[in-house]
């Protein structure tokens, strides 16, 4: 599981991935899986890099929100069969769990990255694609879309990367444990109907509409939006009670940001505030 070494620079604009491809614009950063050839499977280093990437975002105030796509009409095939799955077979116990966590340190920076990521999701989205698309704070789905939770097709438990925490609380405990027991396709349809996509556009449309949607919340307040991703994170684990007291503190830390100001005079003078993130 090594890889050339290849660290994370900022500003993330300027840096150059070995294992994907990201652009830059208006504070929305894009990162496109690009093994189209393939469709856009995971290796052990584009598993490190993504993971590196996220890590990165916190550090560079100039990404607002984040796109995650793939190259070539299909979202990602998941884990690659003879690059990963291959070399799984061979591997000790300590190797194995080595792995398994580096896959779900994946799902952890996706979590923990400040900035709001939307999923554009089109084609096949399968095994670890599916999860990159549920770390997601967003999905949008191109018609034609299928996910699925491939583990127990290759004779794995389908709690993998964070599914069956994470995968419930988006679609219901019922239908996720569906997807999980027996790995099969969820049509874009099934998808938009249960919650996990926000809505279903044209294959043509799932980009621009997602990087519309990003561009948004870039143009929001910054850290109001980074306050908002946490709490919804943090507040699975919490009593009601102890989230509207949470909620109180957030809350009040954001009235206390020049944004928070600025929106108040924006309205008075009957105008669009212009957020700067401070």
């Not at 952890?108 to 599916?130: S, T």
Request: with cysteine.
């Amino acid at each position: 599981m090594s890889r050339p070494a290849n660290p994370v620079t900022i500003p993330l604009a300027d840096y150059s991935p070995q294992h994907f491809l990201l652009a830059v614009v208006d504070g929305v950063a894009t990162v496109t899986l690009n093994r189209p050839d393939r469709k856009n499977p995971l290796t052990f280093e584009s598993y490190r890099e993504l993971t590196d990437f996220f890590r990165a975002c916190a550090f560079d105030d100039a990404v607002k929100s984040i796109v995650v796509t793939g190259a070539g009409g299909n979202f990602s095939s998941g884990g690659d069969v003879f690059e990963i799955i291959g070399p799984l077979v061979k591997m000790d116990t300590k190797g194995l769990t080595a792995f398994t966590r580096m896959t779900g340190d994946l799902v952890k920076a996706m979590r923990a990255c400040p900035q709001p990521i939307v999923a554009a999701v089109e084609g096949i989205c399968a095994g670890a694609g599916a999860i990159i698309a549920m770390a997601s704070d967003m999905r949008l789905a191109a018609s034609g879309t299928k996910v699925a939770f491939l583990f127990n097709k290759v004779g794995l438990a389908g709690c993998d990367m964070g599914a069956c925490a994470i995968l419930p609380r988006i679609i219901g405990q019922s239908r996720a444990s569906e997807l999980l027991y027996t790995g099969r396709f969820m049509t874009a349809e099934e998808g938009e109907r249960w919650g996990f996509f926000s809505r279903l556009v044209t294959p043509e449309q799932v980009l621009p509409q997602a990087q519309l949607l990003a561009k948004q919340v870039a143009e929001g307040p910054t850290f109001a939006n980074t306050m908002t991703k946490r709490m919804l994170a943090m507040e699975w684990a919490m009593s009601v009670e102890e989230a509207i007291e949470a909620e109180a503190v957030a809350q009040a830390l954001c009235m206390t940001t020049a944004d928070f100001e600025r929106a108040f005079e924006a309205f008075a003078n009957k105008v669009k505030p212009v957020f700067r993130g401070d």
